[in-house]
């Protein structure tokens, strides 16, 4: 894939992260559809299976999860030329999701904490939870189904729907149902 991107190009993938970092309220990871919907869908500078690789490989890797963001913005520069412009990519992906939700994390902890008694306060940390569950469900559909949903994928979504509910009524660790599903993708069941 050839891109041709322009200042203005460059200006609007910066604005779009600076954007959705204000809505990264449960991690960068639940912004995924729409930096989905409009680096693949509407500006199509990632194709589908760049824009899935980049969370799978990031995800994989050791380190913060924020990294697919920089991963994306990479392959958009590398898809727009090459080496310096994946860095450019890179640098104003991570700069637009990192600067004003950290800004805003330590601001408003300093606030919250100072006022931590306040009912409001207390409102908006319980208020805040099904938000994040939401934003982390879209993130789950997206990543399974791409664009849409298939049929033929019903073993995929047995095991999903089998995997919550035993995290969500058992303590068994993560890890189990990690190498479990690892499994079961080993031998071509899912």
Not at 2 to 30: C, E, K, Q, Y
Not at 59 to 80: H, I, S, T
């Amino acid at each position: 894939m050839s891109l041709v991107l322009t200042p203005a190009d460059w200006l609007a993938l910066l604005g779009h992260f600076l954007l959705l970092s204000l809505l990264a309220v449960g991690g960068a990871i639940t912004t995924a559809p729409d930096m989905h919907r409009w680096l693949v869908d509407e500006r199509a500078w990632l194709a589908d299976p760049q824009f899935a690789a980049s969370i799978a490989i990031a995800q994989a890797a050791p380190g913060p999860n924020v990294l697919f963001v920089g991963l994306l913005g990479w392959n958009v520069g590398l898809n727009a030329g090459g080496y310096a412009t994946a860095v450019l990519g890179l640098v104003l992906a991570m700069a637009g999701i990192l600067l004003p939700s950290c800004t805003l994390t330590f601001l408003a902890a300093q606030w919250g904490h100072r006022n931590r008694e306040l009912r409001a306060v207390r409102a908006f940390k319980q208020g805040m939870a099904p938000v994040v569950v939401a934003l982390l469900v879209a993130t789950g559909w997206v990543l399974a189904t791409g664009t849409e949903p298939r049929a033929a994928d019903w073993p995929l979504w047995t095991v999903t729907a089998a995997t919550a509910l035993v995290v969500w009524r058992t303590r068994i660790h993560l890890l189990w149902l990690l190498g479990a599903g690892a499994l079961l993708g080993w031998l071509g069941l899912v």
